[in-house]
């Protein structure tokens, strides 16, 4: 759990190019031998889309362009098809997203066989009547644990957001089972939670990071479970940096890929809406 910052690995394009505003939410996978990290890139003042970079060792990535646009008018992402979670399965990449039509937030998914075309697939995961009723757009994170698809993701009512559970036999339709990590008291490092969120499974145990936010500073903070339902909280695994540092407004959506025996951390610097992607490494 201990990180040692490395700085940025991912920088925002120039005037024109599809990452100007924005070019983080990293999530990051193991696959065909190399690093696939799927990102958002905010390419003017609305639209977001999904896009690819390729790294040999998880530091130098060359970035491939946009993998996943926005649809058209009408259809479940027309203005959003970001924050990414790339989950690789049966040699495909499934790749977990949050679509936006202009009004609704939801969790959609879309699976490619390569890596980079993808066949959007709908909706996995809609808002529901109490702990979701407001909004399910902020992160969601799926893994595989006890032969099912688990997928975490923050559930916002009018009040305030957590993260919530669903479950499912084949990786599309899921069965919400309600929060497991609630919101700290205040004061405390999370008394709000935002995502996006990063789920992993290291040694059968369920590692959550996630979005912590006490009012002042955003933090990535760490839970952990041994059924993937109950969670026992960690604290903080990588605070702010120092006035002048590049994650001195905050450390936003942390992403961890385990590779050779190394948790990888990815995470957005700079602010909320504009950023670039730094990385940190741990060996424990």
């Given amino acids: 759990m201990n990180f040692v910052k490395k700085g940025i690995v991912l920088n925002r394009g120039s005037s024109g190019e599809i990452d100007y505003y924005l070019c983080g939410d990293a999530s990051v996978v193991w696959f065909n031998g190399k690093f696939y990290m799927y990102y958002t890139a905010r390419y003017d003042t609305s639209y977001f889309a999904t896009a690819l970079a390729i790294s040999k060792d998880g530091m130098n990535f060359i970035k491939k362009g946009i993998v996943l646009p926005v649809s058209n008018v009408g259809d479940i992402d027309e203005e959003r098809a970001s924050r990414p979670c790339a989950l690789v399965f049966n040699n495909k990449v499934y790749l977990y997203y949050i679509a936006n039509d202009g009004v609704d937030y939801r969790s ?21 009547d109490v ?9 969601i994170s799926v893994i595989r644990y006890n032969n099912k698809f688990y997928a975490y993701y923050i559930a916002g009512d009018p009040d305030t957001s957590r993260v919530a559970l669903a479950i499912s036999k084949d990786g599309m339709n899921f069965i919400k089972k309600g929060v497991v990590i609630d919101v700290g008291a ?17 040694n059968n145990l369920i590692y959550v990071y996630y979005q912590s936010y006490d009012g002042t500073y955003f933090r990535a903070a760490l839970a952990i479970s041994k059924d993937g339902v109950n969670f026992i909280k960690k604290g903080v695994v990588i605070d702010v940096g120092a006035t002048g540092e590049i994650d001195d407004d905050g450390v936003f959506s942390p992403h961890v890929v385990c590779v050779n025996n190394k948790k990888y951390i990815y995470y957005k610097c700079d602010s909320w809406d504009i950023g670039d992607t730094a990385f940190a490494i741990s060996s424990n």
């Fill in 108 to 128: 959609a998914l879309a699976i490619s066989k390569d890596g980079v075309n993808f066949i959007k697939k709908g909706v996995v995961i809609d808002f529901g």
């Fill in 131 to 139: 702990i979701d009723s407001s909004r399910i757009g902020e992160g």
């Fill in 186 to 202: 205040t004061g405390e490092i999370d008394s709000f939670i935002y995502g996006p969120l990063s789920a992993v499974v290291i």
